[in-house]
T-cell receptor, first 112, second 118 residues
Framework: DTGVSQNPRHKITKRGQNVTFRCDPI?????LYWYRQTLGQGPEFLTY????????KSRLLSDRFSAERPKGSFSTLEIQRTEQGDSAMYLC??????????FGPGTRLTVT | AQKITQTQPGMFVQEKEAVTLDCTYD???????LFWYKQPSSGEMIFLIY??????QNATEGRYSLNFQKARKSANLVISASQLGDSAMYFC???????????????FGSGTQLTVLP
């Protein structure tokens, strides 16, 4: 039983560049979540998918952020025109039921 | 709106002793879930324990137990027989009722850094 995987684990980019992260959930999980975590804080919710449908988006998710989950399997999170304030750990989680969410190792983004 | 408060930024405990990590929450929902996660320095969030708001018994998972006091809106985590590997950041989190628009997300506290001393 493999867990949630995320790629890349680390990303360094220059301000203004676009970046894309990938999340592969636990295979039978139909619910997928993205969170952002800055240093010294708990994760903050960004968006939620049930199968391929994006059902909730946080106000934190500006127009520069877009997420997809084609075919209800893996998901991608794209940030366009990155800013230094986007530097954070981006966490993906999945769940089967409306209970515990299982998290991946995260992608640490550094915008220089 | 939901809010989780963890008032202990850091805690120390001697190996093999028990430790309680505090968590209080605020919600107007009648049905909600409370979670504890562990985040080691590697960064991965590890699920520890879950308590539903209508569960009459306090949740237990091995050395972890959740001291749920609904009237006081507290959900403290108790770790018994601490081990060196328990050193990590611990987050309390809440999920609201399923029928609301923001029910599926978890709201996290700011965390408690636990250090187990040999």
């Amino acid at each position: 039983d493999t867990g949630v995987s995320q790629n890349p684990r680390h990303k360094i980019t220059k301000r203004g560049q676009n970046v894309t992260f990938r999340c592969d959930p636990i295979s039978e999980h139909n619910r997928l979540y993205w969170y952002r975590q800055t240093l010294g804080q708990g994760p903050e919710f960004l968006t939620y998918f049930q199968n391929e449908a994006q059902l909730e988006k946080s106000r934190l998710l500006s127009d520069r952020f877009s997420a997809e989950r084609p075919k209800g399997s893996f998901s991608t999170l794209e940030i366009q025109r990155t800013e230094q304030g986007d530097s954070a750990m981006y966490l993906c989680a999945s769940s089967l039921l409306e209970r515990e969410q299982y998290f991946g190792p995260g992608t640490r983004l550094t915008v220089t | 709106a939901q809010k989780i408060t963890q008032t202990q930024p850091g805690m120390f405990v001697q190996e093999k002793e028990a430790v309680t990590l505090d968590c209080t929450y605020d919600t107007s929902d009648q049905s909600y879930g409370l979670f504890w996660y562990k985040q080691p320095s590697s960064g991965e969030m590890i699920f520890l324990i879950y308590q539903g708001s209508y569960d009459e018994q306090n949740a237990t998972e091995g050395r972890y137990s959740l001291n749920f006091q609904k009237a006081r809106k507290s959900a403290n985590l108790v770790i018994s027989a601490s081990q060196l590997g328990d050193s990590a950041m611990y987050f309390c989190a809440m999920r609201g009722r399923i029928s609301s628009g923001s029910a599926r997300q978890l709201t996290f506290g700011s965390g408690t850094q636990l250090t187990v001393l040999p």
